[in-house]
């Protein structure tokens, strides 16, 4: 079992920073791929980033490449820069329990945490 609490989101400006936080708990953390997702209102979730259990490998969305950064070490971070306001969401964290391909639906994900508002205004 896997807990997941995102901390980080906020509200900025148009061109400004976040950095998002996933804290994990649970043996296994260290051995699962994880993601980042985001749902913005009256929007299905959507795929942002996903990371490789040991950090090798990273898979980003064509809306964030080159401006946000998935990373982690017993964190995972989405650093997100040059926001725009059509990357305001609710962002969450999800843990995929198996060390493959990196994933991009939210179905195959197994552990999700209670997701953190981001809100770039204009």
């Known amino acids: 079992q896997v807990q997941l609490v995102e901390s980080g989101g906020g509200l900025v400006q148009a061109g400004g920073s976040l950095r998002l936080s996933c804290a994990a708990s649970g043996r296994t953390f260290n051995s699962y791929n994880m993601g980042w997702f985001r749902q913005a209102p009256g929007k299905e979730r959507e795929f942002v980033a996903a990371i490789s259990w040991n950090g090798g490998r990273t898979k980003y969305a064509d809306s964030v490449k080159g401006r946000f950064t998935i990373s982690r070490d017993n964190t995972v971070f989405l650093q997100m820069s040059s926001l725009k306001p059509e990357d305001t969401a609710v962002y969450y964290c999800?843990?995929?329990?198996?060390?493959?391909?990196?994933?991009?639906?939210?179905?195959?994900?197994?552990?999700w945490g209670q997701g953190t508002q981001v809100t770039v205004s204009s």
């Open positions: 999800a843990a995929d329990a198996s060390t493959g391909v990196l994933r991009v639906t939210m179905y195959e994900y197994d552990y």
